[in-house]
């Protein structure tokens, strides 16, 4: 026969919602706070200036020339 121990069902720990946010974020500003929590959307221009983006571009491959003139080509058939 099993311990009651093994029988119960472990629970989360309880973590503040602001500290939860905190560190997802991992200490970033209140403007990235802002993003997160719905505050605002960036703009294209703070998103491509991002250098984690940066980072993930160069680890797909992805040059940011191509990348803005892909952009630049569908804005124009978008409007």
Do not use: K, W
């Amino acid at each position: 026969m099993l311990s009651s121990a093994y029988r119960s069902t472990p629970q989360p720990a309880e973590v503040p919602t602001a500290r939860r946010f905190s560190a997802a974020l991992g200490g970033r500003s209140a403007r990235a706070i802002a993003y997160y929590s719905g505050g605002r959307e960036p703009s294209l221009d703070e998103v491509m200036s991002d250098p984690i983006v940066h980072r993930l571009m160069a680890r797909d491959g992805v040059a940011l020339e191509s990348l803005t003139t892909l952009i630049a080509e569908v804005r124009g058939r978008l409007l």
